[in-house]
């Protein structure tokens, strides 16, 4: 069963940092592009961050960039997202999901359960 | 950055019925690049469509989707009860690779 399970959430104070892991199974991992998208309290979904098949190539969001770095070990099949300097509009279900190649330009057809960030003093 | 409309914002109506959600770009889109989730309450989005058309693994074939360039519409050929959720369009094609604000199909 292809399964993408999230983890590493939790309550930061502002300013604070938070690594997110998603632990991928049921599939060839390194063969496929993954990606965070979040959604926010009541709101809608907001794509945060991508990453290539190799992990060579990674794109983001300017919401995050130069705040958060998405990584993978492909020899742990696993995603993730390191966030800094956390801010109180950062709070929102971050999910992990899978893209259906290689590369970016795919439709995320495999999503986890999703994790909670909550940004607060 | 594109953007994505879509309307209605709530959509009211019987199991048995015809659903069509539409979503609109602020520039073009290929079609290659488009996308329909559905999302339930406390539950992570599922894939219906990519490639504007194209279901995805498992979806049913009530589900079609169809447009090109700044249009693109969802239709639920006949809706079932599980079907009243929430609708995203995304589009996939430039970075930020963005959704819609969601259409709420919600039972009349």
Known sequence: EVQLVESGGGLVQPGGSLRLSCAASGFTFNTYAMTWVRQAPGKGLEWVSAISGSGSSTNYADSVKGRCTISRDNSKNTLYLQMNSLRAEDTAVYYCAKMRGYYYEEAFDIWGQGTVVTVSS | ?108
């Open chain 2, 1 to 108: 950055e594109i953007v994505l409309t879509q309307s209605p914002g709530t959509l009211s109506l019987s199991p048995g019925e015809r659903a069509t959600l539409s979503c609109r770009a602020s520039q073009s889109v290929s079609s290659s690049y488009f996308a329909w989730y559905q999302q339930k309450p406390g539950q992570a989005p599922r894939l219906l469509i990519y490639g504007a058309s194209n279901r995805a693994t498992g979806i049913a074939d009530r589900f079609s989707g169809s447009g090109s360039g700044t249009d693109f519409t969802l239709t639920i050929s006949r809706l079932e009860p599980e079907d009243f959720a929430l609708y995203y369009c995304q589009q996939y094609g430039s970075s930020p690779y963005t959704f819609g604000q969601g259409t709420k199909l919600e039972i009349k």
